[in-house]
Nanobody, 127 residues
């Protein structure tokens, strides 16, 4: 049973940085992909970045490309999302999720196909 637990959310000023953590159970790394999503109140869940576990090139959303970076620490079973140059529009609940099956690059930032989700961690960016 894949289990994911996010942490690291906080309230920061615009321009600041945060690093979110997603602690994954050992069997999570047998999945095909792990991704970070976010959802702001009244908005759809947005895919931010998707990575495979084989060292392939991550896929980033245009909204975060160049500001956010995903990294995997296999020995610790932790996936990180480093967020720089934060903006008020980055305010949302942030989730990590895993997907067991193959997805085309265009589908990897869509929530469909991701079957395991964490409970989320809140990020608030003030101007």
């Amino acid at each position: 049973q894949v289990q994911l637990v996010e942490s690291g959310g906080d309230s920061v000023q615009a321009g600041g940085s945060l690093r979110l953590s997603c602690e994954a159970s050992a069997d999570a790394f047998s999945q095909n992909y792990i991704a970070w999503f976010r959802q702001a109140p009244g908005k759809e869940r947005e895919g931010l970045v998707s990575s495979d576990f084989a060292g392939g090139t991550p896929v980033y959303a245009d909204s975060v490309k160049g500001r956010f970076t995903i990294s995997l620490d296999d020995p610790q079973g932790t996936v990180y999302l480093t967020m720089n140059s934060l903006k008020p529009e980055d305010t949302a609940m942030y989730y990590c999720a895993t997907a067991p099956g193959f997805m085309s690059q265009t589908r990897r930032l869509r929530p469909q196909g991701y079957t395991k989700w964490g409970q989320g961690t809140q990020v608030t960016v003030s101007s």
